[in-house]
C-alpha cells in the first residue's frame, strides 16, 4: 500500500483488482494463522485465481477513500511470479499520486508565507539532523510544544465555526469522521 504522512489511512492507495467484466470483486480474507483476525484486501496480487477466487484480468490505481482510476493495466498471470506483489506497470501508482494531488488541491489552502515558511523548516531540520542531530532533537520538542499549543485553540475555533463534518473533511482532505476525530484528539492535545 502506498500512504502519505498527510492524510495517512484516509488516503491508503494500492493496485485495484478488475474482473474480466469489468467489476470489482468483493474483497478477500486471509487467514494469517490460527487467529480469529482476518485480513481483508481488494489488491490485485490476492485475485490470482487461486483459493477459490476469481482471477484479475486488468489493475488500476485505488484508494482507500473509495477513489478508483479510470486507466486499467492488463495482467499476464503466465508472465510474472503468481506470489508476488509488485505489479507489472507503474501507472496505477501514478494514477494514485496524480489523485493525492487532487485531493491536496481540494483542501483549504494554505498561505503562500506558511508554504515557504515549511519548506525552509523542513530544509534546515534535515541538514540539523545531519549536523547536530541533539540540536535538531531540541528544535522537534519546540515543536511539539508549540502544536501542544496551537491545535487545541485551533480545533476549538474551527469547531465554533458551526462548519459540518464534511465541510471539515474537504478543508482536511479527509473522510467527515477522520476530520471529527482528528479535531477531537487535538483538542485534547495538551
Same mark, same amino acid.
Not at 38 to 44: I, L
Not at 49 to 78: F, T
Not at 81 to 87: L, Q
Not at 108 to 118: F, G, H, I, K
Given at each position: 500500500?502506498?500512504?502519505?504522512? $498527510? ?90 499520486? $496524480? ?24 530544509? $534546515? ?66
Amino acid at each position: 500500500m502506498w500512504t502519505t504522512d $498527510q492524510y495517512g489511512a484516509a488516503h491508503e492507495g494500492y493496485v485495484g483488482a478488475v474482473l474480466n467484466d469489468g467489476t470489482e470483486p468483493e474483497p478477500a480474507y486471509l487467514d494469517p494463522g490460527s487467529s480469529a483476525n482476518f485480513h481483508e484486501t481488494r489488491e490485485w496480487w490476492a485475485y490470482s485465481g487461486i483459493l477459490n477466487r476469481p482471477q484479475a484480468a486488468r489493475g488500476r490505481g485505488a484508494c482507500s477513500c473509495g477513489w478508483r482510476g479510470v486507466d486499467e493495466y492488463d495482467i499476464d498471470w503466465d508472465a510474472i511470479d503468481r506470489f508476488t506483489e509488485v505489479f507489472p506497470s507503474t501507472g496505477p501508482r501514478e494514477a494514485w499520486h $496524480q489523485h493525492m494531488a487532487d485531493v491536496d488541491a481540494s483542501t483549504v489552502p494554505l498561505p503562500t508565507e506558511m508554504v515557504a515558511l515549511l519548506e525552509q523548516l523542513d530544509d $534546515q531540520l534535515t541538514r540539523l539532523t545531519d549536523e547536530t542531530p541533539l540540536a535538531a532533537l531540541k528544535v522537534v520538542a519546540i515543536l511539539e510544544t508549540l502544536a501542544k499549543q496551537v491545535a487545541p485553540v485551533a480545533a476549538l475555533y474551527a469547531e465554533n465555526d458551526g462548519l459540518s463534518d464534511e465541510v471539515l473533511g474537504q478543508g482536511l482532505g479527509v473522510s467527515p469522521s477522520d476530520a471529527k476525530s482528528r479535531l477531537l484528539r487535538y483538542r485534547l492535545m495538551r
